[in-house]
């Protein structure tokens, strides 16, 4: 598992933070799973 994700201080300097909810049970996604998920909600806020 991902265990608790990235420290704190790398969050804190990200220029953008975004977070994807995930089901019960589901502890983390491939990169290429949450590009896709990124990409998506992207498409559909027609950002």
Same mark, same amino acid.
């Given at each position: 598992? =991902?265990?608790? *994700?990235?420290?704190?201080?790398?969050?804190? =300097? !990200?220029?953008? @933070? @975004?977070?994807?909810?995930?089901?019960? *049970? +589901?502890?983390?996604?491939? +990169?290429?799973?949450? !590009?896709? +998920? !990124?990409?998506?909600?992207?498409?559909?806020?027609?950002?």
């Amino acid at each position: 598992t =991902e265990g608790d *994700g990235l420290p704190y201080k790398t969050i804190a =300097e !990200a220029d953008y @933070v @975004v977070r994807i909810p995930m089901a019960h *049970g +589901v502890d983390s996604l491939n +990169v290429a799973a949450a !590009a896709a +998920v !990124a990409f998506w909600q992207l498409r559909i806020t027609d950002l």
